[in-house]
C-alpha cells in the first residue's frame, strides 16, 4: 500500500513538474505577443491624441463660422482656413471661439438690401439680409486699422488656402510658381553631367515673390553659402508624431530667425538667385531651391511631393 501511495506521488510530481515547464513556455511565447499589442495600444492612443489635438486647431474657425452662419442665417461662405491666416498674421493662432465670432461681427459681415418688386402691383418689398465680404471687400479691410496687412499678405489671406496640398497639413512654398526642375536626376545645367537633384526649382511670374513657411513649425537656422546663397531651414512636426525639415534656398531676404516660432502661410522670405539679388549663390536666374529632409542633413532629402503633392 505504501509503495502505491509513494508510485502515485512520483507521477503527481512529474505531471506538475511537466506543467510548470509549458507554463514557462507559453509564458515565454505569449510575453512578446501581450507588449507588442501594448505598444500597439499606447501607438494609437497617441496618434488619435496628436490628431484631435490638429482637429481642434482648425476646427475652431469653422465652429466661430458656423455660429455666425446660425445667427444671422448666411447663406454665403467664408473659408475656416483664410480665418486661421487672418488669426496667424495678427497675433500668432492664439484666439478662442469669442475672439474669432466677434472679429467675424464686426469686421467681415455686412448688410445687403434686396429690393423685389412685383409686376403686377408695381409693389416694392426691401428685404434685408446679412452675408459675409465678397474676397475684395475683405482684402480691403484687412489693409485697413486694426489689421493693417500689406497688400502681399491680404492676398495670401485667401490665396494660401487653395495651395494646400493632399495631405492637407502642408501648402506649397510659393504662389502660382512654375516648376523648372524636379526631384531626381537631371542634366546639371552648370557641369551637363547627370546629377541628382535633391529638391524643386520653381520661379514666380514676379520678382522676389513672397515664400511661405508650409507648415507650423521652429525656425532650424537661417545659414548662407556660396552654393545656396542665403537659405532657411524649419522644423515641422507631422500628423503622425514625427518631425520633418522644410528647406529654402537662393533667398532675397530671409524674414525670420533661428528659434522664431512660424505658422503654415507666413512669409518668412522672399525669392532670390537673380544676378541683382543679394548672395545669389550657385544660381541661373531668379528662383527658389525647395527641399524637405528628415533631418536637418542635405543627404536626408526626400521627394517633396510626398508631402505636399503635384507642384504642377
Same mark, same amino acid.
Given at each position: ?63 466661430? +463660422? %458656423?455660429? =455666425?452662419?446660425?445667427?444671422? $442665417? ?5 473659408? /475656416? ?118 529638391? +524643386? %526649382?520653381? =520661379?514666380?511670374?514676379?520678382? $522676389? ?5 508650409? /507648415? ?97
Amino acid at each position: 500500500m505504501a509503495l502505491k501511495l509513494k508510485l502515485i506521488l512520483m507521477a503527481l510530481q512529474q505531471k506538475n513538474k511537466g506543467n510548470k515547464i509549458w507554463y514557462i513556455i507559453a509564458f515565454i511565447i505569449l510575453l512578446p505577443i501581450v507588449l507588442i499589442l501594448i505598444f500597439i495600444l499606447l501607438f494609437v492612443v497617441l496618434f488619435a491624441s496628436i490628431f484631435s489635438v490638429f482637429q481642434e486647431d482648425t476646427t475652431i474657425y469653422q465652429d466661430a +463660422i %458656423d455660429k =455666425v452662419v446660425n445667427k444671422y $442665417n448666411i447663406e454665403n461662405h467664408f473659408s /475656416s482656413k483664410s480665418l486661421r491666416c487672418i488669426d496667424i498674421f495678427m497675433d500668432g493662432a492664439e484666439s478662442n471661439i469669442e475672439d474669432l465670432t466677434t472679429l467675424l461681427e464686426k469686421y467681415f459681415i455686412e448688410e445687403e438690401i434686396i429690393v423685389i418688386v412685383d409686376e403686377e402691383t408695381e409693389e416694392e418689398t426691401v428685404i434685408k439680409k446679412i452675408k459675409f465680404l465678397e474676397q475684395e471687400k475683405a482684402k480691403n479691410v484687412l489693409m485697413l486699422s486694426p489689421f493693417n496687412f500689406t497688400q502681399e499678405y491680404a492676398q495670401a489671406v485667401f490665396t494660401i488656402p487653395l495651395m494646400y496640398g493632399s495631405s492637407g497639413q502642408f501648402l506649397k512654398p510659393m504662389e502660382n510658381a512654375r516648376v523648372t526642375s524636379g526631384y531626381g536626376y537631371r542634366q546639371d545645367p552648370f557641369t551637363g553631367q547627370q546629377s541628382f537633384h535633391k529638391g +524643386i %526649382d520653381m =520661379v514666380s511670374p514676379i520678382n $522676389n515673390a513672397p515664400i511661405f513657411a508650409v /507648415s507650423d513649425g521652429t525656425v532650424y537656422s537661417t545659414p548662407s553659402s556660396s552654393v545656396g546663397g542665403n537659405m532657411l531651414i524649419i522644423k515641422h512636426s507631422t500628423l503622425d508624431g514625427g518631425v520633418i525639415y522644410s528647406f529654402y534656398a537662393h533667398l532675397a531676404t530671409v524674414n525670420v530667425q533661428a528659434g522664431d516660432t512660424v505658422y503654415a502661410g507666413q512669409v518668412v522670405a522672399t525669392e532670390g538667385g537673380g544676378k541683382n539679388d543679394p548672395n545669389p549663390g550657385s544660381s541661373t536666374g531668379q528662383h527658389l531651391h525647395f527641399e524637405m529632409r528628415t533631418t536637418p542633413s542635405p543627404q536626408s532629402h526626400v521627394n517633396p511631393e510626398e508631402y505636399i503633392g503635384s507642384f504642377e
